[in-house]
């Protein structure tokens, strides 16, 4: 969660920069700018989540998941890129900081809560602020009047222009200017854009970059309708005048709000903004402003999310064997008792099939060892003294798995057993409840993993860290429900919990040990 959370605040800061190009662009251009803000608020939300979480169709590759033929967005990113080779390179620490992820969670639970509360908060404020204001009318234009608030637009479903009681009292050509630019928001629809975008910041409310494009956003609505106003005839020197006389009144505050009503500091960069003259090369500026942003762009889209590193293709160099060597290794392997990996050849290529899962191609990197090309994986044949082979061995994700060679009648037999569980729909015998002693160990912190086969207890171990603090964070069990069986056999349960649930498969031997669980899915 932590290492994520660096990864989504780095491409927002991507975007941002991006946005920042594309509005000095748009500036040179003399075009609207607070678009490009919008999109990348929106971007920062959708590009993290999108590439960490979405899967796209291709064919299946080792693994005890039911479905087997996606492979995520994620994995096309690139991998250098990724905040979790910032921190550390080895699991252990990797899995130190995952223990940090329930009070994360909770803190941006909470984060998240305060912001909600405070925009409902702040609108039933405005809501009696306005009740306050007198309603009267400005150059033919329905305005609402207070001591200290405005010039502004409040409101989102019937937004109103808001003055204060010294415009009132203006010269006549800075009220033209005024109502002009308030105007403009009510046209422009502004009210509502600024709204929308501080809303969805109740999803992320600890992204700092995304603060910052907030503040970019209103910045950039700001210089839009400045150049509207101009456009629509406005002198520049009088309504220069106005803004500075606006900014020597700094309004009360009601709320985030479309209005002139801004810093020193911003005021003398929007007039600066008004006033400057495209530069004798402004569209080669322009071009070049273009280029950088749809760069910085391209680069947040590569950049990797912390758990990309989880499936990353082998980069092992392949050899040629002759087809007599990967003759000897084809034929049938018991995998963890009820599963059988065949391994078949077609000329000079050699196949790996998994009960449940689709045949891959497998290539030699030495006489004895394979690999995939498609995922992180490894397969070591053994052989006796003729080279023919006796078993093969699995390594995937730390795990290691050996598989004794069986012949055909052995195979089919297993095949048969699987492919009727799995017609039947019906769990295996005592499946629930080594479930429930399994989740019972992680919670409590003590698996007892004398119930595990040695892979499971090996693979538990090493993961203890992180199972135990998302087994603790949801809570101890209300209720098991079977799903099903999956389509290697192995029984689907959702454990509903006191925080959650949780989706799980788990594997059970004829003497009921547990040869395989995981939890696939989890709130």
Known sequence: MLTWIIYVMFVSLLLGIAALAAE??????????????????????????????????????????????????????????????WISPHTAHQNKYRGFDPFIKQIWWGLSTILLCGLVASGGYLLW?????????????????????????????????????????????????????????????????????????????????????????????????????????????????????????????????????????????????????????????AIFFGIMSLGFVAIAAQVSPPNASESLTVTAKEITLPVNVLEKYTGFYNFMEFAVMTVTRDENRLFSQLTGQQAIEIFPESTTEFFPKVVKAQITFAIDEQGNSTALTLNQNGTTITAPRITKSEAEKIIKTISTKIENQTPSPGSEAALRGLIAGLIS????????SAELAQATKEQFTQLHAGAKSLGEIKSIQFRGVGSQGWDVYTVFHERGSSEWRIQLSESGVIMGAFVHAAP
């Open 445 to 452: 912190g003590n698996p007892d993993y004398t119930t595990m």
């Open 24 to 85: 000095r662009r748009a500036h040179l251009r003399r075009k609207s700018s607070r678009w490009y803000w919008m999109f990348a608020i929106i971007a920062s939300l959708l590009i993290p989540t999108v590439i960490a979480s979405v899967s796209i169709q291709i064919p299946a590759i080792f693994s005890q998941q039911i479905s087997q033929d996606m492979v995520a967005l994620k994995e096309v990113t690139s991998r250098h890129l990724s905040p979790l080779s």
């Open 129 to 285: 602020r306005k009740r306050q204001w007198k309603k009267t009318s400005l150059l033919e234009t329905p305005v609402l009047v207070s001591d200290d608030i405005g010039p502004a637009v409040v409101g989102l479903i019937n937004p109103q222009i808001v003055i204060p009681t010294w415009v009132m009292e203006s010269p006549l050509p800075q009220q033209r200017a005024v109502i002009a630019h308030e105007q403009s928001h009510l046209d422009a629809g502004d009210p509502l854009l600024l709204t929308l975008a501080l809303s969805l910041l109740v999803f992320m409310p600890w992204n700092l970059p995304l603060w910052w494009q907030l503040r970019r956003l209103r910045f950039a609505i700001e210089v839009d309708c400045d150049a509207r106003v101009l456009r629509q005839g406005q002198s520049i020197t009088n309504y220069g005048e106005t803004l500075i006389a606006v900014g020597q009144r700094q309004s009360g505050y009601v709320g985030s709000v479309a209005g002139m009503s801004e810093s020193k500091s911003s005021l003398e960069k929007r007039i600066k903004i008004m006033v400057t003259k495209p530069a004798k090369w402004w569209r080669l500026s």
